[in-house]
């Protein structure tokens, strides 16, 4: 059990600066994932905290101690990377125990630590097996009982299921939430996958360049992101923009002129003060609707492209590229897909630096 507490944090190779000044603040039991663009220094963050990089600046609070200038292993934290090289000569049982013969741990405490280790990640009729004899899922969860072993205050996973198919990450991810229910140890993890970030959080931190975006629970960020980098991360196929510009608002409306003239009035109060300034409209591909809405939009449909349960219909809304999430089954006349509906409430409006517009759902 854990809490961390990382004050504004930097890290540089050489002259180039790659983590830029992090503050966060984890709470004990929490499970925390980052994500964001390759390059962006999710891996570099979550090695600062381990121990393995060293900090350029800043501070690393491991619960309530400063812990810059500690070792890994004085640290008690634990990390699984994506690669899991297990010892391919011990069999399941060596390799999980491997961490507590370093440590000089006697016999009977590691076979019961084994044991008990192996019972949680349902490993324990594969004890005497050797990596080879073992399917991907099975050699992860081993990897992930070599540290568990170790009773860590704080688990640092580094994209631990980026090498497995899609099956046995799905098997994987249910694992991992059962694992953190169980232990209700501190987590860290590092996805690329959204599915997992979404179904795994409890707080999402979404990295960029070095420093954080936005932090909160999935859906928080989901539904209120704080610019337009955080809507369009999160979210399969993206959130759609439409370049606009304010013409007009009052408590009750917002009128807007979309890239080609058109104008379009949503029942949605702005600061007039943003008036004359250019914006983006974000609505989430499943919040269009072929038919009516609070508004509609003009479309020009492409392509219909059907996935089985749902399908997406690709297409132009004033020059900007869209997609409508679409659940019924049937085809679409392009003809009769000239506009799509929206709910107002649905919508989000950043401004010309895509920072999030406050806005307030007219009465009328
Ligand atoms: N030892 C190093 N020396 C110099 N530059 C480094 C070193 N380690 C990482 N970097 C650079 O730091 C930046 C962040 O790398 P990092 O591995 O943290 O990214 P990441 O967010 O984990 O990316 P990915 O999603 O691809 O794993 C990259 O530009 C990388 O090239
Ligand atoms: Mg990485």
Sequence with gaps: MATLKLNNLRKSFGSVDIIKGVDLEIE?????????????????????????????????WLDGERVNDHTPFERGVAMVFQSYALYPHMTVAQNMGFPLKMADASADEIERKVRSTAEILQLGHLLDRRPDQLSGGQKQRVAMGRTIVRDPKLFLFDEPLSNLDADLRIEMRVEIEKLHKRLASTMIYVTHDQVEAMTLADRIVVLKDGLIEQIGAPLDLYERPANTFVASFLGAPKINFLD????????????????????????????????????????????????????????????????????????????????AEHRRRGNVDPEEARSLGVDAAQVHLFDDAGVSVKMTLGAA
């Design 28 to 60: 004990d039991g929490e499970f925390i994932v980052f994500i964001g663009p390759s390059g962006c220094g999710k891996s570099t963050l979550l090695r600062m905290v381990s121990g393995l990089e060293e900090v350029t600046s800043g501070d690393i």
């Design 244 to 323: 606009a510009t304010l013409l007009d608002s009052d408590v009750n409306s917002s009128k807007l002129a979309l890239s080609d003239g058109s104008q379009i009035a949503l029942p949605i109060a702005v600061d007039p003060s943003s008036q004359g300034q250019s914006m983006k409209i974000g609505i989430r591909p499943e919040d269009l609707v072929l038919g009516e809405g609070d508004f509609t939009v003009p479309f020009q449909m492409e392509l219909h492209e059907r996935l089985g349960p749902t399908s997406y219909l690709h297409g132009l809304c004033a020059g900007n590229p869209i997609i």
